[in-house]
T-cell receptor, first 109, second 114 residues
Framework: KNEVEQSPQNLTAQEGEFITINCSYSVGISALHWLQQHPGGGIVSLFMLSSGKKKHGRLIATINIQEKHSSLHITASHPRDSAVYICAVRAGSQGNLIFGKGTKLSVKP | NAGVTQTPKFRILKIGQSMTLQCTQDMNHNYMYWYRQDPGMGLKLIYYSVGAGITDKGEVPNGYNVSRSTTEDFPLRLELAAPSQTSVYFC?????????????FGPGTRLTVL
């Protein structure tokens, strides 16, 4: 069983829809990251969180440490949001990142 | 700032050939990483470095070597290329490895071994 599981694997939405991507993990962590991989391959960090909730524009990330679960929400989705969204966790305070397999999102106009 | 740069962008190797993937960062980051990304799989850590002269193995180091002679550069060497090394390789860097760390990724190198 992977230490970091994402769901769904693939997601197709219509422009304007509210989107939720889930991440569950089985190890104790010090931080959780959400990253975005563009269709061209580049990877950028969206959020890093260790508790609670963070918001950046139309993106919201939440984490529940007790339930070992995080969600990434996209409000008013747009075709430019189409990308692979990757969840990664840091086990312990100095451990290396453990990555999920990613969720491929396609937003149709 | 250019951030993290990688060369080449694409490469095709024959089995048994050798090559070096170059990675350079201009953010004065201490930590640098090499990952591989296989289709349908999460990123896997190959090697990492906590500073010039210091490197350590990650999850999948077999078949690879690294060196870190300067803060800026972290090349990845494939000595005897095998088809199993066909993948997309990403270099990344970060200021620290603590919980406040953010990793910055290069654009990737797509390697095919035939």
């Amino acid at each position: 069983k992977n230490e970091v599981e994402q769901s769904p694997q693939n997601l197709t939405a219509q422009e304007g829809e509210f989107i939720t991507i889930n991440c569950s993990y089985s190890v104790g962590i010090s931080a959780l990251h959400w990253l975005q991989q563009h269709p061209g391959g580049g990877i950028v960090s969206l959020f890093m969180l260790s508790s609670g909730k963070k918001k950046h524009g139309r993106l919201i990330a939440t984490i529940n440490i007790q339930e070992k679960h995080s969600s990434l929400h996209i409000t008013a989705s747009h075709p430019r949001d189409s990308a692979v969204y990757i969840c990664a966790v840091r086990a312990g305070s100095q451990g290396n990142l453990i990555f999920g397999k990613g969720t491929k999102l396609s937003v149709k106009p | 700032n250019a951030g993290v740069t990688q060369t080449p962008k694409f490469r095709i190797l024959k089995i048994g050939q050798s090559m070096t993937l170059q990675c350079t960062q201009d953010m004065n980051h201490n930590y640098m990483y090499w990952y591989r990304q296989d289709p349908g799989m999460g990123l896997k850590l190959i090697y990492y470095s906590v500073g010039a002269g210091i490197t350590d193995k990650g999850e999948v180091p077999n078949g690879y070597n690294v060196s870190r002679s300067t803060t800026e550069d972290f090349p990845l060497r494939l000595e005897l290329a095998a088809p199993s090394q066909t993948s997309v390789y990403f270099c990344a860097s970060s200021r620290t490895s603590g919980i406040a760390d953010t990793q910055y990724f290069g654009p990737g190198t797509r390697l095919t071994v035939l």
